[in-house]
């Protein structure tokens, strides 16, 4: 049973327009949440987080929000550029546990 | 210099043969993990480590074993290479003090077992 899901593979979207990437969780233990960006042949960096205490925290140009009563996430990119097309992977943790789940990603292309 | 050092950062190998993945990283962090990534999926936990005298499995361990020499190493070995170990390998560290819940990741190892 897949804890975190990413339901889109990719996604597409114009320059300067928004991006909104999706991400669902089943586990209500989790109370920590974040968001990696992977070039190709690079590992994953971190990009956002946000505790379960809160709703929404921005960072310039990515403001990730959690609805836990869905038991969903979304992270939003605007406006988009193209060098943020990369691989997006949503990850979900406990804390006390100390490990994170991480969903399958979906790839954000961004075209001039 | 990168923090997270993964080596070799290519590796093909023959069904059978035991071969070792090494990383090492100089943030002085306590906590690594070795995750596989296998194409259109996500990052799977393989092991990981909160200190040198402890080793934990993931969810997906059988077929590898870990061994953390010290704080800053920590090696995956495929006792017996199989083609579906074919993948991409990353190691990962944390210190849940300094940046909760985030993980380092290293630029990964490209497995590839013919």
């Known amino acids: 049973d897949q804890q975190v899901k990413q339901n889109s593979p990719s996604l597409s979207v114009q320059e300067g327009r928004i991006s909104i990437l999706n991400c669902d969780y089943t586990?209500?233990?989790?109370?920590?949440f974040l968001w990696y960006k992977k070039y190709p042949a690079e590992g994953p960096t971190f990009l956002i987080s946000?505790?379960?205490?809160?709703d929404k925290n921005e960072d310039g140009r990515f403001t990730v929000f959690l609805n836990k009563s869905a038991k969903h996430l979304s992270l939003h990119i605007v406006p988009s550029q193209p060098g943020d097309s990369a691989v997006y992977f949503c990850?979900?943790?406990?804390?006390?546990?100390?490990?994170?789940?991480f969903g399958d990603g979906t790839t954000l292309t961004v075209k001039p | 210099d990168a923090d997270v050092t993964q080596t070799p950062r290519n590796r093909i190998t023959k069904t059978g043969k035991r071969i070792m993945l090494e990383c090492s990283q100089t943030?002085?962090?306590?906590?690594m993990y070795w995750y596989r990534q296998d194409p259109g999926l996500g990052l799977r936990l393989i092991y990981y480590s909160f200190d040198v005298k402890d080793i934990n499995k993931g969810e997906i361990s059988d077929g590898y074993s870990v061994s953390r020499q010290a704080q800053a190493k920590f090696s995956l070995s495929l006792e017996s290479a199989i083609p579906n170990q074919t993948a991409l390998y990353f190691c990962a560290t944390s210190d849940p003090a300094r940046a909760k819940n985030i993980q380092y990741f290293g630029a990964g190892t490209r497995l590839s077992v013919l």
């Open positions: 990850a979900a943790s406990n804390t006390n546990a100390g490990k994170s789940t």
């Open positions: 586990n209500s233990m989790f109370d920590y």
């Open positions: 943030k002085g962090h306590d906590r």
């Open positions: 946000i505790s379960s205490i809160k």
